[in-house]
């Protein structure tokens, strides 16, 4: 659409005619597109008070005019006036908050159907009550549909003057007081601009901004070159307000940047008037979740909460079927086979599991809420991102597959026989198995689990709790309804013999989840962590050794102090140890890198991806990490192929890995762009620009290939 300049004398010459005119009674002015006429707030004004004057426009249906910043084409509206002397009028409407006006490729801001755009008329002091004043306007503005056409108009209306306080015009007093409440204020909001990247950041910070979730909010610039107008806005909330993620404009492409970025930031229901200056963002303005989507025509998108707690419960039924929770399988095969024929028992087991999973995934999710409040990049999963963690979980599978071996005894009957397992001890077992199951599981995202913890994630803290609990539910459900079904249970053999082979067999899984974790602290922090944690493993092995040993000894009347003592020694060793090792290690290079390279990629940035999708570059974006067990499955059979290496080079893709092993704010930010809070996530972008394609949680060859194809068609 071809920007179109006024007649340059267009509005003096209106100035003129009205000057000379002959006054009239306000009528309105059809001319074209567009319908305008002048009404006022008041039916009179007091000498030395104001008067709000509004423009008044009937726009046709499927035309638009324009805002004060019409965007990247048209013309803002235009007032001059002719006022009697001592009358004064504001040098600018009161803009009423624009809409989004898309053009493909242009985006520009302006008004459709009805607008009100407000004047505050001065009055002077000397002016007499009884006196009516006439006062004159000529409005020029452009008015578009898919062609546009400048139009004018010149009007007029009677105010008298009359002393006291003025009463409502009836006809449109209430309009303009609608038109002036809605809209945008300042409300002492705090705002700070950033350059990161490529992007443009602004954090708007104040009680006007604190909680709510603000669907489909938007920020209108006042400059018209501060920003691209038709690239996508992001916008993530935080405890104390919002960080908006923007595409610079020409002023920080070519120009020269502004001190100050003002404009209107729109929130549905209310708009503000914001002017953001150079300086470090807050963290308190992020952390908590994108805010909702708007549907068109208003509202907001996505799920709702009904449908986000069932589907986070959908999610944890499929969470159990996914190759995170392989390695604790053993653990609740060992639990439902030691309560197969005592129903009351297995009963209180399966509930205090379920309990265990529940309590643990609320757990998790108040931890990962506060950290995003206080400003962390970090998402779920975000616990195996630390090294300490990662070691101490390895430890502790360690421990328990130790105590399935028989080296130890926990509580006395922690794994053993129903008969002795029904107590205290044994229930608190059954809770520790639901939590460790979580702990282990929780860097997993399954099915249907993406969409509910993005929406968890956008919402105020007891809404989100309530997601999660329906995802401990679906994650505990279907041990407690096994505890609950007694024909299932009694085809189990009778209590024996075998249950201590079983069990002593089903600590192996336990020990190849702390190897898998010690290789997760390899790629974390280096080799001399995974130097110290062997070595704390070993002395902690002496000390579950020591400890059993110990129970033995006291078991058959005889002292255990001989062995006890020694068991603390090798566990305070092996503490510290670990302390030491993981205190002087160092990061290693690129974990995903060094664990897997048999396909080329690049390290993802979202520069890189701008510049690729600009290019018209088909591009694959794989956003992994080390420690989830579905990312590395997915890689091993569905990425790092021969058919998928030959589908890149055959459509000219590019792929990208997004490393989220370590915590790295710009993948949490691509991760919450797309409304993501874990890994793994794979996107396929064509050339045709259109939002990226997402492939399934649990990938086959043959869907990333038909997927690259499709990309390369597109281009």
């Known amino acids: 659409?071809?920007?179109?300049?006024?007649?340059?004398?267009?509005?003096?010459?209106?100035?003129?005619?009205?000057?000379?005119?002959?006054?009239?009674?306000?009528?309105?002015?059809?001319?074209?597109?567009?319908?305008?006429?002048?009404?006022?707030?008041?039916?009179?004004?007091?000498?030395?008070?104001?008067?709000?004057?509004?423009?008044?426009?009937?726009?046709?249906?499927?035309?638009?005019?324009?805002?004060?910043?019409?965007?990247?084409?048209?013309?803002?509206?235009?007032?001059?006036?002719?006022?009697?002397?001592?009358?004064?009028?504001?040098?600018?409407?009161?803009?009423?908050?624009?809409?989004?006006?898309?053009?493909?490729?242009?985006?520009?801001?302006?008004?459709?159907?009805?607008?009100?755009?407000?004047?505050?008329?001065?009055?002077?002091?000397?002016?007499?009550?009884?006196?009516?004043?006439?006062?004159?306007?000529?409005?020029?503005?452009?008015?578009?549909?898919?062609?546009?056409?400048?139009?004018?108009?010149?009007?007029?209306?009677?105010?008298?003057?009359?002393?006291?306080?003025?009463?409502?015009?009836?006809?449109?007093?209430?309009?303009?007081?609608?038109?002036?409440?809605?809209?945008?204020?300042?409300?002492?909001?705090?705002?700070?601009?950033?350059?990161?990247?490529?992007?443009?950041?602004?954090?708007?910070?104040?009680?006007?901004?604190?909680?709510?979730?603000?669907?489909?909010?938007?920020?209108?610039?006042?400059?018209?070159?501060?920003?691209?107008?038709?690239?996508?806005?992001?916008?993530?909330?935080?405890?104390?307000?919002?960080?908006?993620?923007?595409?610079?404009?020409?002023?920080?492409?070519?120009?020269?940047?502004?001190?100050?970025?003002?404009?209107?930031?729109?929130?549905?229901?209310?708009?503000?008037?914001?002017?953001?200056?150079?300086?470090?963002?807050?963290?308190?303005?992020?952390?908590?979740?994108?805010?909702?989507?708007?549907?068109?025509?208003?509202?907001?998108?996505?799920?709702?909460?009904?449908?986000?707690?069932?589907?986070?419960?959908?999610?944890?039924?499929?969470?159990?079927?996914?190759?995170?929770?392989?390695?604790?399988?053993?653990?609740?095969?060992?639990?439902?086979?030691a309560h197969a024929h005592d129903g009351p028992a297995a009963r209180a087991h399966g509930l205090a599991f379920l309990g265990g999973v529940v309590a643990t995934f609320l757990g998790l999710a108040s931890l990962l809420i506060a950290a995003q409040a206080a400003g962390a990049a970090v998402g779920w999963g975000f616990q195996l991102q630390s090294p300490a963690v990662v070691a101490g979980l390895s430890l502790l599978m360690l421990l328990l597959a130790l105590n399935l071996s028989g080296v130890f005894e926990v509580g006395g009957a922690l794994q053993g026989a129903a008969g002795r397992a029904q107590g205290p001890a044994g229930l608190a077992g059954s809770a520790l198995t639901g939590a460790l199951a979580v702990i282990v599981a929780a860097p997993c995202t399954a099915p249907f689990m993406a969409a509910a913890l993005g929406f968890a994630l956008t919402q105020p803290p007891a809404l989100a709790l309530l997601v999660f609990t329906g995802l401990g539910l679906g994650f505990g459900a279907p041990f407690a309804v096994l505890a609950f079904a007694p024909p299932l249970l009694r085809r189990l053999p009778s209590p024996g013999p075998w249950m201590d082979s079983l069990r002593r067999l089903l600590a192996f899984p336990l020990y190849g989840t702390a190897a898998w974790l010690a290789w997760v602290l390899a790629l974390l922090a280096g080799d001399s962590a995974l130097a110290a944690l062997l070595a704390a493993g070993v002395f902690l092995a002496l000390a579950a050794w020591l400890y059993g040993r110990a129970q033995t000894a006291r078991s058959r009347g005889n002292r255990s102090l001989a062995f006890a003592a020694p068991a603390a020694i090798a566990g305070g060793a092996a503490v510290a140890l670990l302390g030491f090792g993981l205190s002087a290690s160092t990061p290693a290079g690129d974990p995903v890198a060094s664990a897997s390279a048999a396909v080329p990629f690049e390290t993802f940035t979202p520069a890189r991806l701008g510049e690729l999708r600009a290019a018209g570059t088909p591009v694959l974006v794989n956003f992994t990490a080390a420690w989830c067990v579905t990312c590395q499955v997915n890689d091993r059979l569905a990425l790092s192929t021969r058919a998928v290496a030959d589908a890149l080079a055959r459509t000219g893709a590019v792929y990208m890995k997004a490393d989220w092993t370590r915590r790295d704010p710009v993948i949490a930010d691509a991760l919450a762009e797309h409304g993501r809070a874990g890994v793994p996530l794979y996107l396929v972008y064509g050339s045709d620009g259109r939002e990226a394609v997402i492939l399934p949680q649990l990938l086959t060859e043959g869907e990333v290939v038909g997927a690259l194809e499709e990309a390369a068609r597109s281009s």
């Open 1 to 337: 659409m071809k920007r179109i300049s006024y007649r340059p004398f267009f509005l003096a010459v209106a100035a003129w005619l009205l000057a000379t005119a002959v006054p009239a009674a306000a009528q309105p002015v059809d001319s074209g597109h567009v319908v305008s006429e002048l009404v006022a707030q008041t039916a009179s004004a007091p000498p030395g008070g104001t008067v709000y004057v509004a423009l008044r426009q009937k726009i046709d249906r499927g035309w638009h005019t324009y805002w004060r910043n019409p965007g990247d084409a048209g013309e803002p509206t235009r007032i001059r006036w002719t006022l009697p002397a001592g009358w004064r009028a504001a040098p600018d409407f009161v803009w009423a908050t624009p809409r989004r006006l898309p053009l493909k490729p242009l985006m520009d801001y302006g008004y459709t159907g009805e607008v009100l755009l407000p004047v505050a008329i001065t009055v002077p002091s000397t002016a007499k009550p009884g006196e009516a004043a006439v006062l004159r306007a000529a409005v020029a503005f452009l008015v578009c549909e898919e062609l546009c056409v400048p139009e004018d108009a010149l009007l007029s209306i009677k105010v008298k003057v009359a002393a006291g306080k003025p009463g409502p015009d009836l006809k449109w007093g209430r309009a303009v007081d609608r038109a002036l409440a809605e809209a945008p204020k300042r409300a002492g909001l705090k705002a700070t601009f950033a350059r990161q990247g490529a992007a443009l950041k602004i954090a708007v910070t104040g009680a006007a901004v604190r909680g709510g979730d603000f669907p489909g909010a938007y920020f209108f610039p006042y400059a018209s070159t501060v920003i691209a107008h038709a690239q996508p806005q992001r916008i993530e909330r935080g405890p104390g307000g919002l960080t908006l993620t923007l595409s610079p404009g020409y002023d920080f492409t070519k120009g020269k940047p502004p001190e100050v970025i003002a404009g209107v930031l729109d929130l549905g229901g209310a708009a503000y008037e914001i002017n953001a200056r150079a300086g470090a963002l807050p963290a308190g303005a992020r952390g908590a979740g994108p805010v909702s989507e708007a549907k068109p025509g208003g509202g907001g998108g996505g799920v709702g909460l009904p449908a986000a707690v069932a589907l986070a419960f959908l999610g944890g039924l499929i969470l159990n079927l996914m190759p995170c929770v392989f390695p604790v399988l053993s653990m609740k095969a060992a639990a439902l086979a």
